[in-house]
């Protein structure tokens, strides 16, 4: 893309989000008029059940929806920078099956205390990430070698996923919620510490953008122009699973957020990472406003989970990704 299109391509995607969380305030399982609706926004007398739908349901809803979608994008736009591959994403490398595992341990454990799981899935994203960084340390910081570990990691975490749901069916029962993923139920408690987080991880991304440039010219030429490589990968694997870690916490394991958006953000950018940085957390937050809206609103009064759509969208896509890749690499 030129760079005289790319404030436009800019704009549309903002207006396009705009118009995705302007919708999620006003749509939903409980209809209203136009009039119902700003008085509630208002907070005027005699709106006071459209107020409590408004303020204290689809606010902190469109809220998680805006961060979780965010938080994804931008954790899988970091890991694709820095393993320079297509296919990497937080539901990939077993960062979301990290989280996964330690709910359905902490469940195992603790089976009435529902209301730490989101601090559970924090620290089981954010041990997963360790694991790879710690294993793939030892080997050798290379892109190839995070793949590979997240890809054998993520494998063990399903297994021990498995084998607690076969030996606790009721620990099944409540972790099932978790594991499709979705933004029922979230308030503005909930988004106090990952909101916050999943912000200053984009700051951070967005001040790595030059070393994360360069990243596609290979390590041995970033290297050569004054990049410390593996201190920037670390960084970007850390603020990578920072933000799908707080995504996580209070939206479940979403998946395929963090696959497409990035790499479609890459194309409207043309390879820069600040604006591909930008765009993925912008149309991430789009995307899942959009995917929540049509779970809510498609089947009334039942609510089909957001994590569903996600998956409908994103394993064409990823299918699509394969015979691209193998397309290329027969030419």
């Not at 993923?181 to 991304?205: F, H, K, N, Q, W």
């Not at 707080?246 to 890459?266: C, D, N, T, W």
């Not at 890749?325 to 027969?330: F, G, P, T």
Request: aromatic share 8%; charged share 10%; net charge positive.
């Amino acid at each position: 893309m030129t760079k005289q299109r790319r404030p436009l391509t800019v704009c549309i995607a903002l207006a396009a989000f705009l118009i995705a969380a302007f919708f999620s305030l006003r749509f939903g399982s409980s209809s209203m008029s136009w009039k119902a609706f700003l008085g509630g926004l208002l907070q005027k007398e005699g709106y006071e059940t459209e107020t409590i739908i408004l303020c204290s349901l689809r606010l902190p809803r469109m809220l998680a929806g805006v961060f979780a979608g965010a938080g994804l994008a931008l954790s899988g736009s970091l890991l694709q920078r820095a393993t320079d591959n297509a296919l990497a994403a937080p539901s990939v490398l077993g960062i979301n099956a990290g989280a996964g595992f330690a709910v359905i341990l902490f469940l195992s454990l603790f089976p009435t205390l529902h209301e730490l799981l989101p601090f559970a899935a924090f620290v089981g994203a954010l041990a997963s990430a360790g694991c790879i960084l710690g294993v793939s340390g030892k080997i050798g910081l290379g892109k190839t070698t995070v793949v590979l570990t997240g890809v054998a990691l993520s494998a063990l975490f399903q297994a021990g996923i498995s084998f607690f749901s076969v030996l606790d069916e009721d620990v099944l029962a409540s972790y099932t919620d978790f594991s499709v993923g979705g933004l029922r139920g979230v308030t503005m408690e909930d988004l106090l510490v990952p909101a916050p987080m999943i912000a200053l991880c984009l700051l951070g991304a967005l001040c790595m953008a030059r070393p994360l440039n360069l990243f596609c010219l290979g390590d041995t030429m970033a290297s050569s122009l004054g990049v410390s490589v593996k201190r920037t990968r670390l960084l970007a694997l850390l603020l990578s699973a920072a933000s799908a870690a707080a995504a996580v916490s209070f939206a479940g394991l979403l998946g395929f957020v963090g696959l497409i958006v990035p790499h479609a953000a890459r194309k409207i950018a043309a390879n820069d990472a600040r604006g591909e940085i930008l765009l993925s957390a912008l149309c991430g937050g789009t995307l899942l406003l959009f995917a929540d809206l049509l779970g809510r609103v498609l089947f009334t009064p039942t609510e089909i989970p957001v994590g569903i759509f996600t998956a409908v969208l994103g394993v064409p896509f990823f299918l699509w990704l394969l015979l691209q890749r193998r397309y290329r690499a027969s030419i």
